[in-house]
């Protein structure tokens, strides 16, 4: 049943024409975004022929498949590996943009290893090669510049102690 539905949303979105806001012929800064148009004499509200088109509840989908992805599954957002647990084989996976590298591998590697379908990622193992390899040069990175700051204080105290023996001896 949803597999004609979808098929029928697919012809509906294939004839839906592209709404463009109204003079976006004129103003650049219009483009790819839509707004109701107000005014009074605006020949686009009015309808008026080869002015464009509005958007209308006939353009809609049918209701079974609103929401829902091309292939047929519902997207459901993840934010940390507890979510994980509502999804089902009929689900897809979004993570959220909010999620950090670290806690974004640990997803990953949940939904490898239950096999779960992911949205906005081609290959996850490639895409963990990459992260890992950056986390590496990151803690190597940190960890010489915590090596050059210790050699700093180090160099700083040997010659600020030569300093005070000095004003040591004035002050007797």
Not at 12 to 32: E, M, V, Y
Not at 59 to 68: E, I, T
């Amino acid at each position: 049943m949803n597999k004609n539905k979808l098929s029928v949303r697919n012809k509906i979105k294939s004839r839906k024409p592209l709404f463009q806001r109204q003079d976006t012929n004129i103003f650049k800064q219009f483009r790819g975004e839509w707004r109701k148009p107000k005014g009074i004499h605006s020949k686009l509200r009015r309808g008026f022929r080869g002015h464009g088109m509005i958007p209308s509840t006939g353009y809609s989908g049918p209701r079974g498949v609103r929401g829902l992805t091309w292939k047929g599954l519902k997207p459901i957002l993840v934010s940390n590996v507890k979510d994980l647990e509502k999804v089902t084989s009929e689900d897809v996976i979004v993570i959220s943009s909010t999620v950090g590298t670290k806690k974004k591998v640990l997803i990953l590697n949940e939904v490898k290893k239950r096999k779960l379908n992911i949205s906005g990622m081609k290959d996850i193992d490639t895409f963990l090669s990459k992260v890992n390899e950056k986390l590496n040069s990151k803690k190597k990175e940190s960890l010489v510049k915590k090596e050059e700051k210790k050699k700093k204080i180090e160099e700083a105290s040997k010659v600020e102690k030569p300093k005070e023996e000095k004003k040591d001896e004035s002050k007797k």
